[in-house]
């Protein structure tokens, strides 16, 4: 189901998205302000982001691993501290982005656009299919480097997570996150 969902172009349309809700995350946004290239040549990071996603999804297991190793080398050099509090998370705040909390928050609005596009587009999944995309994402996880068992467990969990998330306070429009978007 994860190829059934993953394979329809359509699902650019939710890219948008998944990038608004990652930098509603005010350590992402600053993560992403100090580190990413999108605001040189948004079209080729967008592009180079869907190259490594169709990789990892549709390629070989060599591909796929490859794709997710250089993922997690690109990942292992961005750190660094938050230069002012920003929503809950104070000045100083240490980021990594090979934490697991950030991983996760990047993959689920990865899993839920995708999901909200597919659905919106063509028809809902049976809750059965549901649960059967959401158990092939959380093994794509791992090629994010997140263990399986560390993530929601069931569909419904999963949306459970991600709504508190979004409820939580957690994720605030900081001016880093308003100044990306607009530069993009």
């Known amino acids: 189901l994860l190829w059934k969902v993953s394979r329809e172009s359509a699902l650019s349309l939710g890219a948008g998205r998944a990038l608004l809700l990652q930098l509603a995350h005010p350590?992402?946004?600053?993560?992403v302000a100090e580190h990413s290239t999108v605001v040189n040549n948004p079209l080729k990071?967008?592009?180079?982001?869907?190259?490594i996603m169709?990789?990892?999804?549709?390629?070989?297991?060599?591909?796929s691993l490859e794709s997710a190793r250089s993922l997690h080398r690109r990942?292992?050099?961005?750190q660094g501290y938050l230069s002012e509090a920003r929503g809950p998370f104070a000045g100083g705040t240490p980021y990594h982005a090979l934490d697991a909390a950030l991983?996760?928050?990047?993959?689920?609005t990865l899993v839920d656009s995708a999901y909200l596009v597919?659905?919106?587009?063509?028809?809902?999944l049976s809750k059965e299919e549901r649960e059967q995309y959401y158990r092939e994402s959380c093994r794509m996880?791992?090629?994010?480097?997140l263990a399986s068992n560390s993530l929601p467990p069931t569909w419904g969990s999963f949306r459970e997570y991600f709504e508190t998330t979004c409820q939580s306070g957690t994720l605030v429009v900081s001016p880093v996150a308003r100044d990306l978007l607009a530069r993009i």
Do not use: D, Y
């Open 27 to 31: 350590v992402i946004a600053a993560a």
């Open 45 to 51: 990071r967008l592009h180079h982001t869907f190259s």
């Open 54 to 63: 169709f990789k990892m999804v549709f390629g070989t297991i060599e591909q």
């Open 75 to 78: 990942h292992s050099s961005v």
């Open 103 to 108: 991983l996760q928050w990047v993959h689920s």
């Open 118 to 124: 597919f659905a919106s587009s063509f028809a809902p």
């Open 141 to 145: 996880a791992g090629l994010f480097g």
